[in-house]
Nanobody
Framework: QVQLVESGGGLVQAGGSLRLSCAASGSLFRFNAMGWYRQAPGKQRELVATMTSGRSTNYADSVKGRFTISRDYAKNMVYLQMNSLRPEDTGVYYC???????????WGQGTQVTISS
């Protein structure tokens, strides 16, 4: 089992920035990916960004150039720096961890991100 603990959500105005953090613990995979998904009200959960243990990244088109994913491999942490935030970025952001590049085997509890216009 893998446990994920997120922090860093909140309420900001459009154009602002937030940084999300997530710590992984437990029975971690040698090859793994960590990342972030989000779910807006009434919508399906969608991939935001993932990063593998080989440092390959994948971003949703809607966040490219605004969001940056990074990892601290020694601490089993993943971060999401979100800049130029828009109201449509509002949602619950879930930390994710997995054995494939989609990082969708384990989920955090979610952290609310709200962007006001």
């Amino acid at each position: 089992q893998v446990q994920l603990v997120e922090s860093g959500g909140g309420l900001v105005q459009a154009g602002g920035s937030l940084r999300l953090s997530c710590a992984a613990s437990g029975s971690l995979f040698r090859f793994n990916a960590m990342g972030w998904y989000r779910q807006a009200p009434g919508k399906q959960r969608e991939l935001v960004a993932t990063m593998t243990s080989g440092r390959s990244t994948n971003y949703a088109d809607s966040v490219k150039g605004r969001f940056t994913i990074s990892r601290d491999y020694a601490k089993n942490m993943v971060y999401l720096q979100m800049n130029s935030l828009r109201p449509e970025d509002t949602g619950v952001y879930y930390c994710a961890y997995g054995s494939s590049s989609y990082a969708d085997d384990y989920w955090g509890q979610g952290t609310q991100v709200t962007i006001s216009s």
